[in-house]
């Protein structure tokens, strides 16, 4: 078996990472669920117009890619 080399970690990789993880992590008020659970989130919401953005997709849009109708 080939071992694979060890990557140093990238400082600018790791800031994009740390973002996604943050906008997942919060997503759609996941903070509320995560409280109920007695889990902490350890990334910050960052509060942007890309979260809400995000948040606005993963709110309007069905599982079959369709449109809510509120």
């Not at 997709?57 to 079959?64: E, L, N, Q, R």
Request: proline content about 7%.
């Amino acid at each position: 078996m080939r071992m694979l080399k060890k990557i140093p970690p990238d400082p600018i990789l790791g800031k994009v990472e740390r973002r996604m993880c943050g906008l997942v992590a919060n997503h759609s008020a996941a903070q509320v669920e995560a409280r109920r659970r007695a889990i902490e989130i350890e990334w910050a919401d960052e509060r942007t117009p890309l979260r809400d953005a995000l948040w606005w997709a993963g709110m309007t849009i069905t599982p079959t890619r369709g449109h809510n109708q509120r």
